[in-house]
Antibody
Framework: QLQLHESGPGLVKPSETLSLTCTVS??????????WGWIRQPPGKGLEWIGN???????YYTPSLKSRVIISVDTSKNQFSLKLSSVTAADTAVYYC?????????????????????WGQGTQVTVSS | EIVLTQSPGILSLSPGERATLSCRAS???????LVWYQHKPGQAPRLLIY???SRATGIPDRFSGSGSGTDFTLTISRLEPEDFALYYC?????????FGQGTKLEIK
């Protein structure tokens, strides 16, 4: 059974870099049928897609965060990671990792669009001094 | 990007009743490429419906999805106690994928 588990510091200071890791078990992160993605939910708000990565290292980011986000993959550990730089209180959220279905190819965006399944349970990250 | 608006924000019903949740898109969603998730506090969101109307593996048949174009509906035919949760829609008809803001289904 595929499971994903997020880990990382729960408290980050403003202007610093948020770093999270997602450990995948029950499937290989090199499975070419899927992306691996990060989604977040700020308090009282809806879900926001952050970005996805393919096992080859190709990445896709939401435009609003693109300048601050790096997603990377470590196939030897079956993990992928999120780094978000220059954080502010607005980055306080529950962060989820998930597998992405890569359902159909958007030739304009050079990106496979799809849904997320399954998800990890999420990890709370608070930005505060 | 496609904006999804879910309504109502909160739905108060009793077990055994029928729940109807709405998801409206700011533009037509290609091929009804829309999913629904169920989310309980402290748990991972769970995929319920994909392709607007296909149930995901293991999802009870009291959950059904319908709709096309800009209007989509999730129906729970007879609410069980475990169905009270948050529900989100997400479109994958265009990049980037976007989510609705959620409907909270609470016990009346």
């Amino acid at each position: 059974q595929l499971q994903l588990h997020e880990s990382g510091p729960g408290l980050v200071k403003p202007s610093e870099t948020l770093s999270l890791t997602c450990t995948v078990s029950g499937d290989s992160i090199t499975n070419s049928n899927y992306y691996w993605g990060w989604i977040r939910q700020p308090p009282g708000k809806g879900l926001e897609w952050i970005g996805n990565i393919f096992y080859s290292g190709s990445t896709y980011y939401t435009p609003s965060l693109k300048s601050r986000v790096i997603i990377s993959v470590d196939t030897s550990k079956n993990q992928f990671s999120l780094k978000l730089s220059s954080v502010t209180a607005a980055d306080t959220a529950v962060y989820y990792c998930a597998r992405h279905s890569r359902f159909w190819y958007d030739a304009i965006a050079y990106y496979y669009v799809g849904w997320f399944d399954p998800w990890g349970q999420g990890t709370q990250v608070t930005v505060s001094s | 990007e496609i904006v999804l608006t879910q309504s109502p924000g909160i739905l108060s019903l009793s077990p055994g009743e029928r729940a109807t949740l709405s998801c409206r898109a700011s533009q037509s969603v290609r091929s009804s490429y829309l999913v629904w998730y169920q989310h309980k506090p402290g748990q991972a969101p769970r995929l319920l419906i994909y392709g607007a109307s296909s149930r995901a593996t293991g999802i009870p048949d009291r959950f059904s999805g319908s709709g096309s174009g800009t209007d989509f509906t999730l129906t729970i035919s007879r609410l069980e106690p475990e169905d009270f949760a948050l529900y989100y829609c997400q479109q994958y008809g265009a990049s980037p994928e976007t989510f609705g803001q959620g409907t909270k289904l609470e016990i009346k």
